[in-house]
């Protein structure tokens, strides 16, 4: 399975991004999408996650503002991040979790996209 993120880039603080992080490869399903970021100095967070398509969950400090959403016909997952502040700047993952065709289950990390918001 491989993952291809893209749509970081350089935003004044209160402006607007949208990452996307498109999989593909041989796998059954894919059972929860999620982005992760992760700052200098810092561990990486958990920013959001969909899990089975339907079931959503946010970090606090982007609860309201970011977005989450996947396209189930393209494999892709989405995050709108709304009212972008300082201290989201960060790295940026997507991770897939998939059962693949023997039944197994593994997750697969995308390569980070970095997004900066200057204030």
């Known amino acids: 399975v491989q993952l291809q993120a893209s749509g970081g880039g350089l935003v004044q603080a209160g402006g607007s991004l949208r990452l996307s992080c498109a999989a593909s490869?041989?796998?059954?399903?894919?059972?929860?999408m999620s982005w992760y970021r992760q700052a200098p100095g810092k561990p990486r967070e958990l920013v959001a996650s969909m899990i089975s398509g339907v079931r959503t969950n946010y970090a606090d400090s982007v609860k309201g503002r970011f977005t989450i959403s996947r396209d189930d016909a393209k494999n892709t997952v989405y995050l709108q991040m709304n009212s972008l502040k300082p201290e989201d700047t960060a790295v940026y993952y997507c991770?897939?979790?998939?059962?693949?065709?023997?039944?197994?289950?593994?997750?697969?990390w995308g390569q980070g996209t970095q997004v900066t918001v200057s204030s």
């Open positions: 490869g041989s796998f059954f399903s894919i059972r929860a």
């Open positions: 991770n897939v979790d998939v059962r693949r065709l023997g039944g197994t289950t593994r997750a697969f």
